[in-house]
């Protein structure tokens, strides 16, 4: 029963990463994000499956850890992209 809440709290957690993606493709710029705290988030997942693999505890659970871990790396990857484009933009500003 304990896998079951813990898939469902990854799961919570994990509906808001395809909007914050989507967001982070629309807006093309970093503004308001977090590098360290997408890091961290990606530190949290990675401790989870670490303590499953620890525990023995290995089941269906670590695929959600696995999906998490992929949807935020995918935002942090936009995030360094779109920090990219913002730098681009303030340097054709000054010209």
């Excluded at 990606?42 to 499956?49: A, F, P, R, S």
């Excluded at 959600?64 to 790396?73: E, H, K, R």
Aim: glycine residues 6%.
């Amino acid at each position: 029963m304990a896998q079951v809440f813990e898939t469902i709290m990854l799961l919570c957690f994990g509906a808001s990463w395809p909007f914050n993606i989507a967001k982070s493709l629309r807006s093309r710029t970093a503004k308001g994000k977090s590098i360290y705290f997408e890091i961290c988030i990606i530190v949290g997942y990675l401790c989870g499956v670490i303590g499953k693999f620890i525990s023995g505890n290995i089941t269906y659970v670590i695929a959600v850890y696995l999906l998490d871990i992929c949807m935020v790396s995918i935002d942090l990857a936009l995030t360094l992209r779109n920090r990219r484009l913002d730098r681009q933009r303030e340097l054709e500003e000054r010209k």
